[in-house]
């Protein structure tokens, strides 16, 4: 069974950078078909898609935070990680790693398929 978890700093300063690994069990970040994702929920708000990942190392950025936002991978690991830059209170949100399918783009009303990581809450505050 496939299964993913998200690790990383779960508190931050505003201005400085997020980094979360997620890292995927049994199964492969190569396999054909399959997209990498992280969505995020902020308090009291609805899931935002982040931005998506492949398996041959392309990403696909939401584009509210494309300027801030970048995704990478290492297929050897089995881990894939999201940075984003500068962050500030409004950043605040539990940050979920997903499998998904067919297409890399997702939205609060169509979420990757799954699985999900169990979510890492991240708070920003000075």
């Known amino acids: 069974q496939v299964q993913l978890q998200e690790s990383g700093p779960g508190l931050l300063k505003p201005s400085q950078t997020l980094s979360l690994t997620c890292t995927v069990s049994g199964g492969s970040l190569t396999t054909a078909g399959f997209y990498w994702t992280w969505i995020r929920r902020p308090p009291g708000k609805g899931l935002e898609w982040i931005g998506t990942?492949?398996?041959?190392?392309?990403?696909y950025i939401s584009p509210s935070l494309k300027r801030r936002t970048s995704i990478s991978m290492d297929p050897w690991k089995n881990q894939f990680t999201l940075q984003l830059n500068s962050v500030t209170p409004e950043d605040t949100a539990v940050y979920y790693c997903?499998?998904?399918?067919?297409?890399?783009?997702?939205?609060?009303?169509?979420?990757?398929?799954?699985?999900w990581g169990q979510g890492i809450q991240v708070t920003v505050s000075s």
């Open positions: 990942i492949d398996k041959s190392d392309t990403s």
């Open positions: 997903a499998r998904g399918e067919y297409s890399p783009y997702y939205s609060e009303n169509n979420p990757p398929p799954g699985p």
